[in-house]
Each structure stands twice: as structure tokens, then as C-alpha cells.
């Protein structure tokens, strides 16, 4: 897990998929969900689709739920207890982005959150972010959660467009950098995603250093 980065989102739907694809081909990461509820859109089929050789760089999840809902919940449905102590972990000598969830204190499973998941494995973690009323709420609540845990946070992803009074505000109260931004994609295709990630590449190199050549 010494390679490892989660990628954790201050709400749900926040665009922590999206974010993971772009960042994992700016930084030539690998991309795992542990675990996935429902199984008709599964994230990582999209980032798969997404990555330059997405194939070899796209980990199967750890646990497929069938519900497209918590997965506290859906686990319940089908039966399936959530132990993340028991995950066996992808192998590789890449980096390797863990996408989580939901938010940071959403369940896991009945008695955990994705935050307990974080922490367990301690994990660095980037925060994805988005700009709408209330936002700034979420994102410095997220950010007094990862540093209650002792959370190493490298920085906050924004993703869409910008609002300068928001993010100034982050920044300087939650003393956090804001490492990047991510548009919100008119076509969301493997070029889009490409181009995005090298306009980006240098600003997350400042705070992400992979384990290996780029």
C-alpha cells in the first residue's frame, strides 16, 4: 500500500471517476475501486475506457454489490459482509489511485466509513472538489476529517468551473493547496481526458511525486 493514493471526494457525485481517470494519465497511475455498488454503470469499467491501455491499468474491485446504493446497505441486501482488513490489494509497480465512495465519512460497511478505510491503510489522499452553495462547508469539514485521522492530504482536485472567492477561502482557511482543476467535459472521451491531463501534469507533479519515471 506504500504506492497508493486515495482519491476521496468531499460529496457524493462530486466527479471522483472522472477525476481518478485524468489524474491517473497525467501521472501514468494505475486505478483500483475496492468496492463497487451496482453494476450497471461500474466506475471502473469507465475509467478503463478512458486510460491509455486502460485494460492493463484497471484493477478488478475487491466487491461487487448489486444495488446502486451505500454499500452498508447493499451489502445487507445481498448478504455480503464488508471486512476491508480482508481486501487483497492489486499488484503493481505503479502508482496506484483507490477511489472511495461517496463522501469521506460515508459507510463502508455497518460499522465503518470511508474515512476508517483511509486510515487503516493510511493512505495520502487528494480530495476532489466542486464549486456550489455549500461547498465550501463540505470541503473544510472533509478537510478537518483526514487531518483529525493524521491523513497526509496532497492537495485538492476542483473539478468544474472556477469560483475564486470559494477556493481562496479553502485555501486559506483550511490550509490546503489547490493542486488542479478538471473541467466539466463537453465529449468525455480517451482525447479529451488526454489533453486534460497534460495541461495538468506539472501542477499535480508538485505535490504528487509517482514512484517511477513518467
Known amino acids: 500500500m506504500n504506492n497508493s493514493i486515495a482519491i476521496a471526494g468531499i460529496h457524493t457525485g462530486i466527479g471522483k471517476t472522472i477525476a481518478s481517470a485524468v489524474i491517473a494519465e497525467a501521472i501514468g497511475a494505475?486505478?483500483?475501486?475496492?468496492?463497487?455498488a451496482g453494476t450497471e454503470e461500474r466506475d471502473a469499467l469507465t475509467v478503463k475506457q478512458l486510460l491509455m491501455n486502460g485494460a492493463e491499468r484497471v484493477h478488478p474491485e475487491a466487491l461487487i454489490l448489486t444495488q446502486p446504493m451505500s454499500p452498508h446497505a447493499a451489502a445487507d441486501i445481498d448478504g455480503v459482509r464488508v471486512d476491508f482488513t480482508a481486501f487483497k490489494w492489486p499488484v503493481t509497480n505503479?502508482?496506484?489511485?483507490?477511489?472511495?465512495?461517496?463522501?469521506?465519512?460515508?459507510?463502508?460497511?455497518?460499522?465503518?466509513?470511508?474515512t476508517d478505510f483511509i486510515t487503516h491503510y493510511q493512505l495520502p489522499t487528494i480530495l476532489i472538489a466542486q464549486n456550489y452553495l455549500g461547498s465550501i462547508n463540505h470541503t473544510l469539514m472533509s478537510i478537518e476529517v483526514l487531518k483529525s485521522r493524521g491523513i497526509q492530504l496532497l492537495g485538492i482536485v476542483m473539478n468544474g468551473d472556477e469560483n475564486k472567492y470559494s477556493e481562496s477561502f479553502i485555501e486559506q482557511y483550511g490550509k490546503v493547496?489547490?493542486?488542479?482543476?478538471?473541467?466539466?467535459?463537453?465529449?468525455?472521451?480517451?482525447?479529451a481526458v488526454r489533453k486534460c491531463a497534460a495541461e495538468i501534469r506539472q501542477s499535480l507533479l508538485g505535490f504528487v511525486r509517482p514512484n517511477y519515471p513518467i
Open 30 to 36: 494505475d486505478y483500483w475501486k475496492p468496492v463497487q
Open 94 to 114: 505503479k502508482t496506484l489511485l483507490v477511489e472511495t465512495a461517496g463522501g469521506l465519512l460515508s459507510p463502508m460497511s455497518a460499522t465503518t466509513t470511508m
Open 177 to 191: 493547496p489547490i493542486i488542479a482543476r478538471i473541467p466539466q467535459f463537453g465529449v468525455l472521451n480517451n482525447e
